[in-house]
């Protein structure tokens, strides 16, 4: 097991991150939603004696859904945003004098420290053209099986390789 702690969070980006998915998680529930006050607008409607009431009638509660779904994917994403980004202010301001969340994660792909490219690339695979090594890992990994990684598939690695 390997332990990460988050420090701190980048507040305008996680807000908008958890803005977005406030106005998502709004957008599905609006529209699963819809279709069944939809129905109800079109019976109240019903009970108009004429069709021209059951069509204003029905007109104006299909209005009135689609606006309340576009004011309520609005208010969502602005309360989201506001929000995340008070609680981020606050993580930030209390990790900072305690210490941030500490959690224990096991490498299940490649060691993050490879050469190659970057994260997440075992050593073996070549490097992008023109880049510089980033250097070799100390094998064992920590998190990882015993020994190097395995030879790359044919036709990966450095160009020309």
């Known amino acids: 097991m390997n332990r990460v702690t988050i420090r701190r969070f980048d507040v305008a980006r996680t807000a908008t991150v958890v803005a977005a998915l406030y106005a998502v998680m709004m957008l599905v529930l609006g529209v699963v939603f819809f279709l069944p006050f939809a129905l109800l607008a079109g019976m109240a409607g019903s009970r108009a004696a004429d069709s021209a009431g059951f069509g204003a009638i029905m007109g104006a509660g299909i209005i009135g859904l689609l606006v309340f779904l576009v004011i309520g994917v609005l208010f969502y994403a602005v309360a989201g945003w506001v929000m995340t980004a008070i609680m981020c202010l606050l993580y ?70």
Do not use: K, L, M
């Not at 490498?107 to 250097?135: D, I, K, L, R, T």
């Not at 990882?144 to 598939?153: C, L, N, T, W, Y």
């Open 92 to 161: 930030n301001f209390v990790a900072g004098r305690v210490g941030g969340i500490r959690v224990e994660v096991d490498v299940e792909g490649p060691y993050p420290g490879a050469g190659y490219g970057g994260p997440g690339h075992p050593a073996g695979y070549g490097q992008p053209y023109g880049q510089p090594s980033y250097g070799q890992p100390a094998w064992p990994a920590p998190g990882s099986p015993a020994g190097p990684p395995v030879a790359p598939p044919p036709g990966w690695g450095r160009p020309g390789s």
